[in-house]
């Protein structure tokens, strides 16, 4: 980093020989190159692009390319440090600047910048804001300003930075400079606030679908959490990365210590724990193979991790979008990845009850109810999960996918209306105060103590519902509630009481449809066969290269101090096994592989595959 580099100015290139020199990709993905060509033209761009979909290129590439050094605005500050190494593995000339940094490792950045060395310079916000950096912005030349992550500047999103507010007047000086905005988060009010605030009316909209159909989308009752989750990820994920969301500090500490005891290699993640350790974790599920981070929330919002496996919900999240997103940090690198989830009776009243008693006025109550209700119906729908997410965010899906667990496996749905009158009246005539296990057993008949006590035994309702289980009167129960038609109490504990929506059930005017929940004893073991792995080598042999090409490849990382995926993705890595390249120029071939890597490591894994086809050989 400290020689002094001779102010090279990229080769002219066109961006197809760019994708293939510095990054080992033959082809672009949809709309990357219309967006290079665009901002190739000096014109503004908003993109709106799902995780994973490959956003980053449509900046990376015209900052190579066009003259000067392209600035790129993030407010991901942990995350910069390893955009750079790996930009740097690929060859490029990248640097950051953000409050890490000690005054002489920025100094020497922006020496570098100054000398036409850096084509890409990674900055915060708030550096962006500095009037310093702003003189040095009018001493260079600049190849493009991209806002990355720019619902930051919208009160919609979640992630409201106010410094955001402030860009448009940084890039409104450079009038000449192109623009582009980049999200992966998708409403209608946060887009149009993006297109306002960083003041892009003169932009061409690029929006591609928010499907990621490399994710496979799973959500199942919670009988045992602990249990599921283990045996999920024992049947499923062995060796691989993933991340465990539950809601709360104390739990996500509990199931870390639970899974570890287990033999897992498990870490917890959340706002409680020191600055220090959190950091450290973080570190691990980046660098080492195979980590499980059992997290809050507070974990996910810049991680870059490509090669997450699985992302399991063990407590329900807080809406349809932070499901969206959470699940979405699963399978960046195109690779099948599991979004699991599991959730049962008690974690519906939980929320319910939680946003009945949470401070707000009753327009903001009322946008949280209907969003708490889009995430239940999501939850208990029978129709495919796919389709009624892209729905939900307004795209329409036409077909089933094929590849969520309401498609996989057949969803039958009962006319529960009769039932669901039952269940109501027993709650209108025990008071309206009553959780689901004494409500069952009134319907049951069960003489208990409790009833007895009460009265309940001589109420009209007592042993009408002989026909279900206590377990199928739980399901009724949790339906009623996730479909808005039974509402929860604000008492301390809490029982269930009627609403507006309740009455068409019980007068009869409105016909319910439920699902039919699967028994708890079928726990099935889904067949592998049905979920094409991220590796599944045909011969013993390929996967002894494979172990023997990641251990490779681990060395190489922890020599270098960055992610085994910095060096290689799974994919390339894969087909490395499988093409089981020669030469140079085969290994140059993969996809994945750029010139700057193929310098770097093409010995060593040529050397590695030599070896391996030769002791098997022998
Ligand atoms: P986003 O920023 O949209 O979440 P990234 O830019 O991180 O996505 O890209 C996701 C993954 O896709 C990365 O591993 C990247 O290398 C890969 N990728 C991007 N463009 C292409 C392409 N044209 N061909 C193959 N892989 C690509
Ligand atoms: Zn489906």
Not at 414 to 440: E, M, N
Request: aromatic share 8%; glycine share 6%.
């Amino acid at each position: 980093m400290n020689h002094k580099c001779v102010s090279d100015p990229a080769p002219a290139l066109s961006s197809r020989q760019a994708l293939r020199k510095y990054f080992g990709y033959d082809t672009f993905r949809t709309h990357q190159s219309d967006i290079i060509d665009r901002v190739m033209d000096g014109k503004d761009a908003f993109v709106l692009m799902p995780t994973g979909s490959g956003k980053s290129i449509c900046y990376q590439i015209p900052s190579i390319l066009r003259p000067g050094v392209g600035v790129i605005v993030s407010p991901l500050i942990a995350l910069m440090q390893d955009q750079v190494d790996a930009l740097q593995e690929n060859g490029v000339r990248a640097a950051y600047l953000n409050s890490s940094l000690s005054a002489e490792a920025a100094s020497r950045v922006i020496r570098r910048v100054v000398e036409g060395c850096v084509d890409i310079l990674y900055v915060a916000p708030e550096r962006l804001l500095m009037p310093g950096f702003q003189q040095l912005l009018s001493r260079v030349a600049i190849a493009l300003f991209a806002i990355d992550e720019a619902h930051c500047v919208s009160q919609w999103g979640h992630d409201f930075r106010p410094e955001y507010r402030r860009i448009a007047g940084v890039t409104n000086a450079f009038p000449g400079v192109p623009r582009l905005a980049l999200t992966a988060t998708a409403d209608r009010l946060t887009r149009d606030d993006i297109v306002e605030k960083l003041e892009l009316n003169r932009a061409t909209a690029f929006v591609s679908s928010f499907d990621r159909p490399n994710i496979t989308y799973r959500i199942q009752l919670k009988n045992s959490a602990k249990k599921q989750l283990l045996d999920f990820l024992r049947a499923e994920h062995p060796d691989d990365a993933g991340i465990v969301y539950v809601r709360t500090r104390k739990r996500a500490d509990d199931i870390a210590a639970w899974l570890q005891e287990q033999g897992l290699k498990a870490l917890p993640y959340h706002a409680g724990l020191a600055r220090d350790l959190r950091i450290a974790h973080q570190q691990r599920f980046l660098r080492e193979e195979g980590v499980v981070m059992v997290a809050t929330i507070a974990f996910g919002m810049g991680i870059d991790k490509p090669d997450v496996r699985f992302v399991a919900h063990l407590d329900l999240p807080s809406s349809m979008e932070a499901y969206y997103q959470e699940t979405g940090r699963a399978g960046r690198d195109g690779q099948p990845a599991d979004a699991w989830m599991v959730y049962a009776l008690a974690d519906v009243v939980a929320m319910r009850k939680l946003q009945e008693t949470s401070d707000g006025n009753d327009a903001f109550k009322q946008i949280q109810r209907r969003k708490l209700e889009s995430l239940l119906g999501f939850c208990e729908t029978a129709v495919c999960r796919r389709k009624a997410l892209l729905n939900y965010f307004d795209e329409s899906y036409p077909e089933v996918c094929g590849n969520c667990d309401n498609c996989n496996e057949s969803v039958e749905t009962w006319d529960a209306t009769i039932p669901a009158q039952k269940a109501l009246s027993c709650v209108y005539r025990t008071g309206q105060r009553f959780g689901a296990a004494h409500l069952t057993d009134v319907l049951l008949g069960n003489e208990t103590e409790r009833i007895r006590h009460l009265g309940h035994h001589r109420l009209k309702t007592f042993g009408v519902g002989q026909e279900l289980s206590a377990r199928q009167w739980r399901s009724v129960y949790r339906q009623l509630i996730a479909a808005g038609r039974l509402a929860v109490t604000t008492a301390a504990i809490p029982g269930f009481c009627l609403c507006p929506e309740s009455w068409p059930v019980l007068k009869g005017e409105s016909r319910l449809m439920l699902r039919r929940d699967p028994e708890p004893v079928q726990a099935k073991k889904r067949s592998r066969a049905s979920v094409q792995p991220a590796v599944d080598f045909e011969s013993q042999a390929d996967l002894g290269l494979w172990e023997r090409l990641r251990r490779l490849r681990l060395e190489i990382a922890q020599a270098n101090d960055i992610p085994p995926f910095v060096v290689f993705h799974d994919k390339t890595l894969r087909e490395m096994v499988l093409e089981k390249p020669t030469n140079r120029s085969e290994f140059l071939a993969l996809n994945g592989v750029g010139e700057h890597k193929t310098d770097q490591y093409s010995e060593r894994f040529l050397d590695a595959i030599r070896d391996h086809e030769h002791e098997k050989g022998s």
